[in-house]
């Protein structure tokens, strides 16, 4: 099975030297067809931190899928925040804010749901809704569909509420209509995987949130260790039925290393009724 490595809010300038050596090792294991970085790749968006994720995306060997999060915008330098907030951005990653990501069982579409006008929260407006729409009715019957945000489009918590992204309603309507079998993203720093029907009624049944938690930072969760997601894409034997398996990896401090710790296998649309 081929597979994806979703890293998720490393906060590169909190994070610790054996947890990313560990999932540096993981990555080697693994030989992903791409890391998916969801955003928040560092902590104040500092040269220093952004040279620095660089430096760990090299040493992936594997092509680097990246989007911004809020806080890979500058926070405390107004006039750089204003004026070129992706700046430093993309001297480490590269001018363009929403790759796209495509092999034989994967299509990867990426989404900028940060704004500058905007401390935490995370929009995605009219436009790049239909942009992604668009770009997933190309996908053909193999490709597994993968939208990737930073803010979650669904969360499983009181507490996580204001962290959803706004216009999520627009949008997961649009992009599951157009085949969309997951919606990925990070930013809260809890991993779970939860179908969409659930929280927006006429979802199919086959599209599904995935969150990540915070990779190597020490910004952990009290209950949620650092984590990475691993995304297979199973391949079926009549040609009909898709399935995606997601793996979450901890973090053990006793093993120094990532562990898998849960498996999920989710059933995805049909190719038959696939768009």
Request: one cysteine or more.
């Amino acid at each position: 099975m081929s597979c994806l490595l979703q890293v998720s809010d490393p906060h590169f300038g909190t994070e610790q030297p054996e947890v990313l050596q560990a999932l540096e090792r993981l990555a080697h294991a693994l030989a992903p067809q791409a890391v998916l970085l969801s955003g928040d790749i560092t902590q104040r968006a500092t040269r220093r931190q952004f040279a620095a994720a660089r430096a760990f995306a090299e040493r992936l060997a594997a092509p680097v899928v990246a989007i911004p999060g809020n806080h890979d915008i500058p926070l405390f330098q107004l006039a750089a925040r204003v004026f070129s907030p992706y700046g430093r951005y993309t001297e480490a990653f590269g001018a363009d804010l929403e790759p796209v990501f495509a092999s034989d069982d994967w299509l990867v579409v990426t989404v900028n749901t940060t704004r500058w006008y905007r401390h935490e929260d995370g929009e995605v407006s009219p436009a790049q809704v239909e942009r992604v729409a668009a770009r997933l009715a190309q996908a053909s019957p193999r490709q597994v569909r993968v939208v990737v945000t930073h803010q979650p489009v669904l969360v499983t918590r009181p507490e996580d509420r204001q962290n959803r992204l706004h216009g999520r309603e627009a949008a997961v309507a649009r992009w599951t209509a157009a085949g969309a079998d997951l919606i990925v993203g990070g930013h809260i720093h809890l991993p779970f995987v939860r179908p969409l029907d659930e929280r927006f009624p006429g979802c199919p049944p086959t599209a599904w949130a995935v969150q990540a938690g915070t990779a190597v930072s020490t910004r952990v969760r009290w209950d949620a260790p650092n984590s990475v997601n691993v995304l297979r894409a199973e391949a079926s034997g009549d040609g009909a039925q898709r399935v995606c398996v997601v793996e979450r990896w901890d973090h053990s401090a006793a093993d120094k290393a990532f562990t898998r710790v849960d498996l999920l296998r989710l059933p995805l649309a049909s190719r038959a009724t696939a768009p």
